[in-house]
């Protein structure tokens, strides 16, 4: 089988390879892979920002989608013919992380999905949701449930809580239809207007454009009515945190999910220790969120955004397109090339 390996850093270093496909044992499912796509950890990782010290030669991504081929002699959730997603973190079904269940993680430190074929435990996959694409379920381990694990799993929302969700890249869009499927306010941030039009078509309240708009955290806390929103998913990292706690009302929960503006700044606690602000680290999620999850698409049609596809012998050009931060949505890479 063909697969995309890393021997070096650098999307320079992405090169097509030939590997052995490995059979399935006992409790094991083997996949064709039909879709991918891309994370901002992706990117970090293939540059070797993530996490300098990751062996080589990996297979990266975390993200995708497949149908499974050949089943092991013992194996009980699926069939030949299921289409299925592999879960993040192989080994976390459910319940609070730990060390062991997030050991394995796709994309780094074992191998991803950029792959056509990919071999794993039968109690690492779900069953990818009926009426998405193949294109679209590939948006949804990483992404999909990483959005869920915030505003569902952690935050509990409710009809009539506000959310602040920051930019429109996958996780945010997914928080998007999250939220306005239960029923919550939305108050989406981008530097670009024509993103903004685009989400307020979507259903979105109120949109900021935080390079006009250098206070856009307390422009949000007067958009969710002067005491501040009741959740803020942040995506930007060291330098939006404070804009994020400017935002949130006393009591609020800020789920921290993305770096894109790095992972080290000063910060003054006070607000969060004297406002009872919850700070929510988000590592993904573990396979239940990711099942109850694909229930909530289902009943609610939640179709997410893609913005650019890509055969995917082309993962350079894809990460390109991610580094750029041009993407509305997500970037999917496809294997069936002749579509």
Request: aromatic share 6%.
């Amino acid at each position: 089988m063909r697969a995309i390996e890393l021997n070096a850093f650098g999307t320079k270093n992405l090169t097509l390879v030939e590997r052995e496909k490995i059979p399935p044992q006992n409790h094991e499912i083997q996949i064709q892979m039909k879709a991918a796509s891309l994370n901002y950890r992706d990117l970090l990782m293939v540059r070797g920002e993530y996490n300098p010290r990751q062996a080589l030669p990996l297979i990266p991504l975390s993200d995708g989608v497949g149908i499974v081929q050949k089943v092991g002699a013992r194996v009980t959730r699926f069939k030949v013919g299921d289409r299925v997603c592999p879960i993040f973190a192989q080994g976390w079904h459910s319940g609070t992380p730990s060390k062991i269940k997030t050991k394995r993680t796709l994309g780094g430190p074992v191998d991803g999905t950029l792959q056509e074929f990919m071999t794993l435990c039968e109690e690492d996959a779900v069953l990818a949701p009926e009426g998405l694409t193949d294109g679209q379920a590939a948006c949804l381990p990483c992404a999909g449930v990483t959005a869920w694990s915030a505003l569902v799993t952690h935050g509990q929302i409710k009809a009539g809580d506000s959310v602040l969700v920051q930019g429109t890249g996958g996780v945010s869009m997914f928080a998007m239809h999250y939220a306005l499927a239960a029923g919550a306010r939305v108050i989406m941030t981008s530097s670009s207007d024509e993103k903004l039009e685009r989400v307020r078509q979507a259903g979105v309240e109120h949109t900021i454009n935080y390079r006009t708009d250098a206070n856009w955290g307390k422009t949000a806390k007067k958009m969710a009515g002067g005491d501040g929103v009741d959740h803020v998913v942040e995506v930007g990292g060291a330098s939006t945190l404070k804009s994020s706690l400017q935002a949130v009302r006393p009591g609020g929960s800020v789920y921290l999910i993305g770096v894109l503006s790095g992972t080290a700044q000063e910060l003054n606690l006070l607000p969060i220790l004297m406002q009872n602000v919850r700070v929510q680290g988000i590592l993904v999620g573990h396979r239940e969120s990711f099942e109850d999850m694909n229930r909530a698409i289902t009943q609610h049609h939640i179709r997410p955004e893609i913005s650019h596809v890509f055969p995917w012998t082309q993962a350079e050009d894809a990460f390109e397109v991610m580094a750029s931060g041009s993407h509305f949505g997500k970037i999917v890479l496809k294997f069936d090339e002749s579509k």
